[in-house]
C-alpha cells in the first residue's frame, strides 16, 4: 500500500498565535487511518507550502518575513532534507512550473531552480499595472493576492486584491519578460483574492 504523507505549514511566533518554536510537520497515515507525527522540519512561520511538479520537492514561504526555504521530499519516507533559502518580498501563493517557482505577493517574482530543486536565482521581479481600489486603508496598495496557471499552464492569472481586477499573463524565458494578456475588472472594493480553474 502506497504510504500516505500530509505536510503541515504553520506559525510559529508567538504574536501570531504559535508556540514560539515548530515549523513544517510531516505526517503519516498509519494502518488504523491516524495521522502520526514523523517529523518537524524547524522554520519560523513556514506557512504558504507548495510541491514542485513531481513532488520531488517542498518549497516553504515564510508568512510576515522574507525568507523562501527548499526543501527534498524522501521517496520512501515522506521525510524533507533541508536544501537552501533565499530572500523574497512577503508572499502569499506559489506555484512551480516548468522548472521555476512562481510567487505572488506585493509583487510576483520569478525563481530559476536548479536541478536538485534548490534556489539558483531569481529571473524577474514584476508588479502589474492597476490602479489602487478606493477601500482604505485595506487597499494600500497593489496587491496580486493569488497567481495560477491555467490548466495547459502556458499563462497565469493574478487575483489582484488591491486593485479590485483579474489580470492573465505570460512569462516570455527567452526575454525574462511579462507579457499582459487581459485584464479584468471586479466591482470597486471586492478586494479579491482567489480563483480556480475547472478542469
Same mark, same amino acid.
Given at each position: 500500500?502506497?504510504? =500516505?504523507?500530509?505536510?503541515?505549514?504553520? @506559525?510559529?511566533?508567538? $504574536?501570531? %498565535?504559535?508556540?514560539?518554536?515548530?515549523?513544517?510537520?510531516? @505526517?503519516? +497515515?498509519?494502518?488504523?487511518?491516524?495521522?502520526?507525527?514523523?517529523?518537524?522540519?524547524?522554520? *519560523?512561520?513556514?506557512?504558504?507550502?507548495?510541491?514542485? =511538479?513531481?513532488?520531488?520537492?517542498?518549497?516553504?514561504?515564510?508568512?510576515?518575513?522574507?525568507?523562501?526555504?527548499?526543501?527534498?521530499? $524522501?521517496?520512501?519516507?515522506? +521525510?524533507?532534507?533541508?536544501?537552501?533559502?533565499?530572500?523574497?518580498?512577503?508572499?502569499? @501563493?506559489?506555484?512551480? #512550473?516548468?522548472?521555476?517557482?512562481?510567487?505572488?505577493?506585493?509583487? *510576483?517574482?520569478?525563481?530559476?531552480?536548479?536541478? $536538485?530543486?534548490? @534556489?539558483?536565482?531569481? %529571473?524577474?521581479?514584476?508588479?502589474?499595472?492597476?490602479?489602487?481600489?478606493?477601500? +482604505?486603508?485595506?487597499?494600500?496598495?497593489?496587491?496580486?493576492?493569488?497567481?495560477?496557471?491555467?490548466?495547459?499552464? +502556458?499563462?497565469?492569472?493574478? *487575483?489582484?486584491?488591491? %486593485?479590485?481586477?483579474?489580470?492573465?499573463?505570460?512569462?516570455?524565458?527567452?526575454?525574462?519578460?511579462?507579457?499582459?494578456?487581459?485584464?479584468?475588472? #471586479?466591482?470597486?472594493?471586492?478586494?479579491?483574492?482567489?480563483? %480556480?480553474?475547472?478542469?
Amino acid at each position: 500500500m502506497k504510504k =500516505e504523507i500530509m505536510y503541515v505549514g504553520c @506559525f510559529t511566533d508567538i $504574536d501570531r %498565535a504559535g508556540l514560539g518554536k515548530g515549523g513544517i510537520g510531516v @505526517f503519516e +497515515k498509519d494502518d488504523n487511518g491516524t495521522w502520526v507525527n514523523i517529523q518537524i522540519m524547524e522554520q *519560523v512561520n513556514p506557512s504558504y507550502l507548495c510541491f514542485n =511538479e513531481n513532488k520531488t520537492n517542498l518549497y516553504a514561504i515564510q508568512g510576515a518575513g522574507y525568507q523562501m526555504h527548499s526543501y527534498a521530499i $524522501d521517496k520512501e519516507t515522506g +521525510k524533507l532534507t533541508y536544501l537552501n533559502s533565499c530572500e523574497g518580498l512577503p508572499s502569499n @501563493f506559489r506555484q512551480v #512550473v516548468r522548472g521555476q517557482l512562481y510567487v505572488s505577493g506585493r509583487e *510576483v517574482e520569478i525563481y530559476n531552480l536548479n536541478d $536538485d530543486g534548490s @534556489f539558483k536565482e531569481r %529571473a524577474i521581479s514584476y508588479l502589474p499595472d492597476a490602479t489602487i481600489g478606493p477601500l +482604505k486603508p485595506k487597499q494600500h496598495s497593489i496587491n496580486p493576492h493569488q497567481i495560477m496557471f491555467d490548466p495547459k499552464q +502556458k499563462y497565469f492569472t493574478l *487575483v489582484n486584491h488591491g %486593485a479590485d481586477c483579474l489580470t492573465v499573463h505570460e512569462y516570455i524565458k527567452e526575454t525574462n519578460e511579462v507579457k499582459t494578456i487581459s485584464k479584468m475588472p #471586479v466591482l470597486e472594493a471586492m478586494m479579491p483574492r482567489h480563483i %480556480a480553474f475547472h478542469k
